[in-house]
Structures are given as C-alpha cells and as structure tokens.
C-alpha cells in the first residue's frame, strides 16, 4: 500500500538511474528518454557539469536564505536580463512554474492598482487563452484555460477569463475597462503542443500598449533553449517586448528553480513597472538559494558554450523530416517548436482499449518498447529529448515510435 496521495495516474515503471538521454528501471531495463521529467531535463541525465556545480556549492553553502546578499543569484540574475531577455529588468527566483506565474499576477494586481480605470477603481482582469497551463496553485489553476485542474476547488480567485488562442479578434473583443494584462504560453505545452502564430504576438503586443496593459510571456515549458533561442518567444517574432516572463522546468536541468522577470520599462513619471514589487511585497524562503542558482548558471553556460540552440534546430528538422516521411496513417501531423514537439494523433484510426485516452495508451505501449514520451492532451504525443539529444538517439528513438504506431493500426 502506497503512503503516496495518489493525485497521479503513474506509468507502471520505477525508474532508479539515468545517463545521459538513457534512464534504467529498477530491473535494468534500459529506455530513451524523451520525457525529460516534463522538459526539465535539458542536459539529459546526471550530466557530469551540473553535478559537478552542485557537488562543489553543496560543499560550500546550501542555503542561507534571502534576508543576505547572495552572489550566485546576482550573476544568475545578470545572464538572464543581460544576455537573453537583452531587455532592461530585474528577476525573481523562485521553486516552480507555479509560483513564477503567482508572481506575475500579484504583479498585474499591483499595476491595476497604480494605473487604474477611468473611473478610478483599481483594474485587475488577466487574459489568458483555453488549453492553457500556468500551474497548480489557486492563482496558477485561475489562470489556467482548462476545466479539469479546477474542479471542485471553487470558489477560485476572480479576475480571469480565456479567449481562443491564436484569435487576435476575440481578444481585442474581449478587453474591458478592468483587464490589465495578457497571459500566454508562447508554444502551449500541456495543452497539446499549441505554437502562437507572429502575427498573434505582434497583434497582443499592439493591444496591449493600445489599452496599456501587462504582456506576460509563461516561458516555463518553452524557455531557455527548449525552442530553440532562450527565449521562445523570440523564435517566433523577436522584436517584440514583453513586460514580463516566468519560467522553471529547464533553468535547473533537474534541480528545483523558478523565476520571473519584470521590465524596468517606466509606467510613470520615474516609476519602473520592476520597482511595483518592492521591500515586503513578494519573498520565498528558498527561492534563489547558492545551490539552486550555481546549479542553473552551470546549465545555461553548458546551454551556451555547447551552442545547444544549433543542436536544437538540427535535432527539430530531424524529427519533423523523419516522421513526415512515414506518411503514417495514425499521424496528422508534426506541430512544435524546437525541441517542444508534439504529434498529431489520428484518434479514429487508432485501436485503443476501452475507456483509455488515445494518447496515454501510446504512451504506455512506447515505454513498454523503451522509450519514454508524455501526452500533452488526449490525442497529442510530445517528443521533449535533451538539449543535447544526439542525431542517432533520435534516429533509435522514431525507430520505436515507428514500430509502436504500426503496432496499433487497425488489424482489418
Ligand atoms: C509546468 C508548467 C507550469 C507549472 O510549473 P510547476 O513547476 O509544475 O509549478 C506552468 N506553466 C507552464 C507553461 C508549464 O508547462
């Protein structure tokens, strides 16, 4: 009997060592893995630099909590804004996706408060779009533009609504005197592999100065090379400037981190939008710890000095080159962006047992070939390999994938 609150429907495997793109179970089973505990992975497993940047802080300081200065989260801070955002701003570190985005919101609050409606009442309303995910918190589930992660935990934090992603129309439609900021995911990941089009990010930037409102970017999937450039959004239209960004999954390549980032962008006369978040507003108790930060300033300088983003690419045109050429009748499609990939399932043709979603039983017959992939919705499969996944793990990868779909066509 598990002592474990069973809010997971687990795959059957107890995975208990990992190399690389390569994990073990607890009977030596050796499988790929495209999962990456959810995009978290991004140097694949145990890579000797992150473990050797958290052997060598661990020996040194853990923790000592952010009432001192803490030098590693100044230099993790300086990277971000200097030489990815490349747009002037200060950050927060956190744990989680989760409790980035709670930072954005309380964020929006703030602002609603210091630039409110005509008729002077503070403004609050956040955007965001269905199939959305922002996490498992009051805020991030309010956010969040599906029903099932907020069922029965009612009554929720008011002040949010949700608009058909991709549709500039009903956006603009949308806005009203309340709202105060747009939330999107710039590739929906949870939601089953969505990419924003250009022409939508250019569209929501525009509305948003028009009525001034908060553009937040939720990186917490897409960020930090898993699309590619460190900032997806910039893959898609890079000229454009959000007011602010979270992210979490990728930046520890495994270990526990969180942050977001606020523009220093004036919203009034000698007022930056960062300085709304001031002494006593916001605080975490382990958010930004030496450990946490060495370990993220070793992933992104692997991420960097690799030139992973070029890996990425390559990799991307791989697997979309690969699995269009089956011409498989059980795949609709290839959508994603870099390394963020989702595939099309023909759910109709598919033979899936009684009351299983398409997805997961894929899934779980890919693990039984060797091969880790999670579901992002009921009839999408997402391939999120490492960073550094090599051409030929790829290659064994799709491989498996290949036999697998085949195994599931309709005998007939
Ligand atoms: C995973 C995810 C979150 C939540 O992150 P946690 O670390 O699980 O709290 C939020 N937003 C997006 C886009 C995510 O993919």
């Given at each position: 009997m598990s002592h474990i609150l069973q809010t997971y429907g687990r795959f059957p495997v107890t995975l208990v060592r990992g190399e690389g793109t390569r994990v073990w179970d607890d009977a030596g089973k050796e499988y790929l893995d495209f999962c990456s505990g959810i995009a978290v992975c991004a140097l694949g497993h145990s890579p000797p630099v992150l473990v050797e940047a958290i052997s060598r802080q661990a020996a040194t300081l853990i923790h000592c909590c952010n009432l001192y200065h803490i030098p590693q989260q100044e230099e993790l801070a300086r990277r971000i804004v200097e030489d990815l955002v490349k747009i002037p701003g200060k950050v927060f570190f956190s744990n989680s996706g989760a409790e980035s985005n709670d930072g954005l919101i309380k964020t929006a609050r703030r602002f609603g408060h210091a630039r409110p409606a005509a008729d002077g009442s503070p403004r609050y309303e956040i955007l965001s779009f269905t199939q959305s995910f922002?996490?498992?918190?009051?805020?991030?589930?309010?956010?969040?533009?599906?029903?099932?992660?907020?069922?029965?935990?009612?009554?929720?934090?008011?002040?949010?609504?949700?608009l058909p992603f991709n549709d500039l129309d009903a956006l603009?439609?949308?806005?009203?005197?309340?709202?105060?900021?747009?939330?999107?995911?710039?590739?929906?990941?949870?939601?089953?592999?969505?990419?924003?089009?250009?022409?939508?990010?250019?569209?929501?930037?525009?509305l948003?100065?028009?009525?001034?409102?908060?553009?937040?970017?939720?990186?917490?999937?897409?960020?930090?090379?898993?699309?590619?450039?460190?900032?997806?959004?910039?893959?898609?239209?890079?000229?454009?400037?959000?007011?602010?960004?979270?992210?979490?999954?990728?930046?520890?390549?495994?270990?526990?981190?969180?942050?977001?980032?606020?523009?220093?962008?004036?919203?009034?006369?000698?007022?930056?939008?960062?300085?709304?978040?001031?002494?006593?507003?916001?605080?975490?108790?382990?958010?930004?710890?030496?450990?946490?930060?060495?370990?993220?300033?070793?992933?992104?300088?692997?991420?960097?000095?690799?030139?992973?983003?070029?890996?990425?690419?390559?990799?991307?045109?791989?697997v979309r080159e690969t699995i269009t050429s089956w011409n498989h009748p059980l795949v609709t499609g290839v959508r994603g962006l870099g390394l963020l990939l989702g595939v099309g399932l023909n759910t109709s043709l598919m033979t899936v047992p009684e009351g299983k979603l398409p997805s997961i039983h894929l899934s779980a017959e890919l693990l039984?070939?060797?091969?880790?992939?999670?579901?992002?919705?009921?009839?999408?499969?997402?391939?999120?390999?490492?960073?550094?996944?090599?051409?030929?793990?790829?290659?064994?990868?799709?491989k498996i994938l290949k036999n697998t779909l085949d195994s599931l066509l309709p005998t007939a």
């Open positions: 922002h996490g498992r918190t009051l805020g991030g589930i309010s956010a969040t533009g599906q029903d099932k992660v907020k069922e029965g935990f009612d009554p929720l934090p008011g002040g949010f609504r949700h603009a439609a949308a806005i009203s005197p309340q709202t105060v900021a747009i939330l999107l995911e710039p590739v929906q990941g949870e939601g089953g592999v969505n990419v924003a089009t250009a022409e939508f990010l250019r569209g929501i930037r525009e948003c100065t028009q009525h001034d409102l908060l553009l937040y970017f939720d990186e917490v999937q897409t960020g930090f090379g898993r699309c590619g450039d460190p900032m997806a959004w910039k893959e898609i239209a890079p000229e454009i400037e959000p007011d602010g960004i979270s992210w979490a999954k990728g930046l520890g390549g495994g270990f526990p981190i969180g942050a977001f980032w606020l523009a220093d962008r004036e919203i009034d006369a000698g007022k930056a939008l960062s300085s709304l978040m001031n002494p006593g507003s916001h605080g975490t108790t382990y958010g930004g710890s030496p450990l946490a930060c060495a370990a993220a300033l070793a992933v992104l300088g692997e991420i960097s000095d690799r030139r992973l983003d070029a890996n990425v690419r390559e990799r991307a045109a791989q039984q070939n060797g091969l880790l992939a999670p579901p992002a919705g009921p009839s999408t499969l997402r391939l999120l390999p490492p960073l550094n996944v090599s051409a030929d793990e790829i290659t064994a990868a799709l």
